[in-house]
């Protein structure tokens, strides 16, 4: 985990191994976290989960739903799934991204100082170029 600064908001990068239990203590830390902006889980594929993937997938969705966190940004193969189980879960404030380039534009028209930005995802989805892109 990195912790970065980009223009007044605070990423927390992952982006180099996820699993469904660390991924859970990510979310879990990021919805502890004093804001005063807005929360933003930016969810990539957990991989090497074979036949488990899907629902493992919807599960985070829910999780990240469940722990009140504003908008989700889901990415990468299973986005369908996580966005189906945050959206079960009542969080309809999710968006769904092919790219990692897509992401970072989205997240250059949304952001705001004081906002908290966590980038979660295995280090195969290649999401640390969000960051890099926000930084150039």
Known sequence: MQIEDWNGVRILNDAYNANPDSMAA????????????KKIAVIGTMAEL???????????GKLVADLKIDIIF??????????????????????????????????KQICSENDI????????????????????
């Open 26 to 37: 990510a979310l879990t830390w990021l919805s502890g976290l004093d804001c005063a902006g």
């Open 50 to 60: 074979g036949e488990h993937s899907e629902h493992e997938h919807e599960e985070i």
């Open 74 to 107: 889901a990415i990468g193969e299973f986005a369908e799934c996580v966005a189906r189980g945050a959206r079960k879960s009542g969080n309809k404030n999710v968006e769904i991204f092919e790219k990692p380039e897509d992401v970072a534009e989205r997240l």
């Open 117 to 136: 930005v966590l980038i979660k995802a295995s280090r195969s989805a290649r999401l640390e170029q969000i960051v890099k892109i926000l930084k150039s």
